[in-house]
């Protein structure tokens, strides 16, 4: 059995101690330590990282009892040096411990109860048993922050299961052994392993970035101490641009963003209908050019155009307006980056228009399809549009 050190004292840092057993985990290698002051991943919080003399600790995990610290290099025999890293044992205090008074702060003001919590990398969530309004998440917020300013110490003591729950403490389902219970004064007591500051005031501040449903109850997202000015920064970086973008000052980013997306939605639906009379104008034009090169009497107009950077959906809605107005054969094409082609013909012609559209695509390097009297498709050598138009074109005319 390991000595856990920062069991009772979560400041220290440095440490000597035995190796008592060489193991592998994972494909490295690992050892058991007859004392430590590693955190091993438990109840939501993650490892500690540091060194054991030369090699890195990589992970700190609890397997069957025995306490594996997981390392980037064999280690030598003999005593050695522990170094937990300051700055993530820090950061894991400050966010462990506030998540403990915002999880109090909510079973103040909104009776919710926590059933999960994660310390992430970025952020830290814990899941509340139901919905919160957010009036609730404002006050829990602010109750919670009124306990970290109030410097109140954060105690730790070892208690029975009895005791415990005399002290008003819920120990875990079916531990019958001694509960360690965190104690922020006059304010929260929980069952807890997990490493804590001596005072609230190390957690510097408590601020919701996010709140979402979650099984019937909320996920609130939240970071703590140093991490909040980080989420603020972000968020202001965020801001200024938008300001920018938007040349309203801060106050007006609401109001300005909600009508630029209104104006926006009304100009879209301007340039539809301009789109669509634009559409009807061109397949007139298109058609009496077509009837124009084709002699009298010699059938249905086989119209053929082609344009730069439409979209395929554009061309569909030309061709089907063509073949609405006339009997006709349309093969219309777009280049851009990529060629598009559209066929269709008046129903009761007789052209094989997925036939037509195969060939022309495969000179295009591409695929489409379809059936019956409208076909689409696409390749990435818009360099042959005309000439693939041209070929359909000549196959439709001598079919007519
Ligand atoms: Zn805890």
Same mark, same amino acid.
């Given at each position: 059995?390991?000595?856990?050190?920062?069991?009772?004292?979560?400041?220290?840092?440095?440490?000597?101690?035995?190796?008592?057993?060489?193991?592998?985990?994972?494909?490295?290698?690992?050892?058991?330590?007859?004392?430590?002051?590693?955190?091993?991943?438990?109840?939501?919080?993650?490892?500690?990282?540091?060194?054991?003399?030369? +090699? !890195?600790? =990589?992970?700190?995990?609890?397997?069957?009892?025995?306490?594996?610290?997981? %390392? $980037? #290099? &064999?280690?030598?025999? *003999?005593?050695?040096?522990?170094?937990?890293?300051?700055?993530?044992?820090?950061?894991?205090?400050?966010?462990?411990?506030?998540?403990?008074?915002?999880?109090?702060?909510?079973?103040?003001?909104?009776? +919710? !109860?926590? =059933?999960?919590?994660?310390?992430?990398?970025?952020?830290?969530?814990?899941? %509340? $048993? #139901? &919905?919160?309004?957010? *009036?609730?998440?404002?006050?829990?917020?602010?109750?919670?922050?009124?306990?970290?300013?109030?410097?109140?110490?954060?105690?730790?003591?070892?208690?029975?299961?009895?005791?415990?729950?005399?002290?008003? +403490?819920?120990?875990?389902?079916?531990?019958?052994?001694?509960?360690?219970?965190?104690?922020?004064?006059?304010?929260?007591?929980?069952?807890?392993?997990?490493?804590?500051?001596?005072?609230?005031?190390?957690?510097?501040?408590?601020?919701?970035?996010?709140?979402?449903?979650?099984?019937?109850?909320?996920?609130?997202?939240?970071?703590?101490?140093?991490?909040?000015?980080?989420?603020?920064?972000?968020?202001?970086?965020?801001?200024?641009?938008?300001?920018?973008?938007?040349?309203?000052?801060?106050?007006?980013?609401?109001?300005?963003?909600?009508?630029?997306?209104?104006?926006?939605?009304?100009?879209?639906?301007?340039?539809?209908?301009?789109?669509?009379?634009?559409?009807?104008?061109?397949?007139?034009?298109?058609?009496?050019?077509?009837?124009?090169?084709?002699?009298?009497?010699?059938?249905?107009?086989?119209?053929?155009?082609?344009?730069?950077?439409?979209?395929?959906?554009?061309?569909?809605?030309?061709?089907?307006?063509?073949?609405?107005?006339?009997?006709?054969?349309?093969?219309?094409?777009?280049?851009?980056?990529?060629?598009?082609?559209?066929?269709?013909?008046?129903?009761?012609?007789?052209?094989?228009?997925?036939?037509?559209?195969?060939?022309?695509?495969?000179?295009?390097?591409?695929?489409?399809?379809?059936?019956?009297?409208?076909?689409?498709?696409?390749?990435?050598?818009?360099?042959?549009?005309?000439?693939?138009?041209?070929?359909?074109?000549?196959?439709?005319?001598?079919?007519?």
């Amino acid at each position: 059995m390991t000595d856990i050190l920062h069991l009772q004292d979560p400041y220290l840092l440095e440490f000597e101690a035995r190796v008592v057993a060489r193991r592998e985990h994972e494909g490295r290698p690992a050892v058991v330590l007859d004392r430590s002051a590693f955190y091993a991943a438990s109840g939501g919080q993650p490892w500690d990282t540091g060194s054991l003399g030369d +090699a !890195r600790v =990589v992970a700190v995990v609890d397997e069957t009892g025995e306490v594996l610290h997981v %390392l $980037d #290099r &064999p280690l030598p025999e *003999g005593p050695v040096q522990g170094r937990v890293d300051a700055d993530r044992r820090r950061d894991h205090r400050q966010q462990h411990h506030g998540q403990h008074l915002l999880s109090q702060a909510f079973a103040e003001v909104a009776a +919710a !109860r926590t =059933v999960g919590f994660h310390l992430g990398a970025e952020v830290t969530t814990i899941d %509340l $048993d #139901r &919905p919160v309004s957010a *009036g609730q998440i404002q006050a829990a917020e602010t109750r919670a922050n009124e306990v970290v300013w109030e410097a109140r110490p954060v105690t730790v003591r070892t208690v029975s299961p009895a005791e415990a729950r005399d002290l008003g +403490a819920t120990p875990p389902d079916g531990v019958e052994a001694a509960v360690r219970l965190v104690e922020a004064e006059g304010f929260d007591r929980q069952p807890c392993g997990g490493t804590h500051p001596r005072s609230t005031a190390e957690v510097g501040v408590i601020v919701i970035t996010a709140t979402e449903k979650y099984k019937g109850g909320t996920r609130v997202t939240f970071v703590c101490g140093h991490r909040a000015l980080g989420a603020i920064a972000m968020r202001r970086a965020i801001l200024d641009r938008l300001v920018s973008v938007l040349s309203a000052p801060l106050e007006d980013l609401p109001a300005v963003a909600e009508k630029t997306k209104d104006d926006l939605i009304e100009s879209e639906r301007r340039g539809r209908g301009l789109l669509e009379r634009a559409l009807d104008g061109e397949a007139r034009r298109l058609l009496s050019e077509a009837r124009g090169e084709a002699l009298s009497g010699s059938g249905p107009a086989v119209v053929v155009a082609s344009y730069d950077g439409w979209p395929a959906g554009d061309l569909r809605v030309l061709a089907l307006k063509l073949v609405d107005l006339a009997p006709c054969v349309a093969l219309l094409g777009s280049r851009g980056d990529k060629a598009h082609l559209v066929f269709a013909q008046t129903e009761g012609l007789p052209h094989d228009i997925p036939g037509l559209l195969r060939t022309a695509v495969t000179a295009l390097g591409g695929r489409g399809g379809g059936k019956g009297n409208v076909a689409q498709g696409g390749g990435d050598r818009p360099e042959k549009l005309d000439d693939a138009l041209h070929r359909a074109a000549e196959a439709a005319r001598s079919r007519a």
